[in-house]
């Protein structure tokens, strides 16, 4: 029998700034994520119709490429898991509600704030 291997938790990306989504996606695949990353809500849609019970974690930009924001697009997740920890953020304020549960961050961030997240992600 082969071996199994060990449970990898996953984190969904939905960033438009490459530069960003890049140090998003370095920060947790180094804390030991599989990470997905989308710079638009309609790829990451698609994502969650197929993996939305396997993510623990979804960090998404209000601004985003496409028709959809942020906002609509964190409703949409927690709506398909509603235990995913999902942290939406933006350099500007909040002017949509969020669906029960989702964070916001107000940008700019901290790296150290990202991994914290990921860590309390990972244990629920």
């Known amino acids: 029998m082969g071996q199994a291997k060990p449970f990898r938790a996953t984190a969904l990306i939905v960033e438009d700034d490459a530069m960003q989504r890049e140090m998003l996606?370095?920060?947790l695949e180094e804390?030991?994520?599989q990470v997905i990353?989308?710079?638009?809500?309609?790829a990451a849609e698609r994502v969650l119709d197929k993996s939305a019970g396997?993510?623990?974690l979804m960090l998404t930009d209000i601004q985003l490429a496409g028709r959809m924001n942020?906002?609509?697009l964190a409703h949409i997740a927690k709506h398909r898991n509603p235990k995913l920890d999902v942290i939406v953020t933006?350099?500007?304020p909040l002017k949509q509600p969020l669906?029960?549960?989702a964070k916001f961050w107000a940008k700019p961030w901290a790296p150290?704030?990202?991994l914290r997240e990921a860590e309390i992600a990972q244990l629920s």
């Not at 990353?37 to 309609?42: D, I, P, T």
């Open 70 to 72: 942020g906002v609509e």
């Open 112 to 114: 150290l704030d990202v």
């Open 31 to 33: 804390s030991g994520y």
């Open 37 to 42: 990353q989308c710079e638009s809500a309609e």
């Open 99 to 101: 669906p029960d549960g």
């Open 90 to 92: 933006s350099g500007r």
């Open 25 to 27: 996606c370095v920060l």
């Open 54 to 56: 396997a993510l623990c």
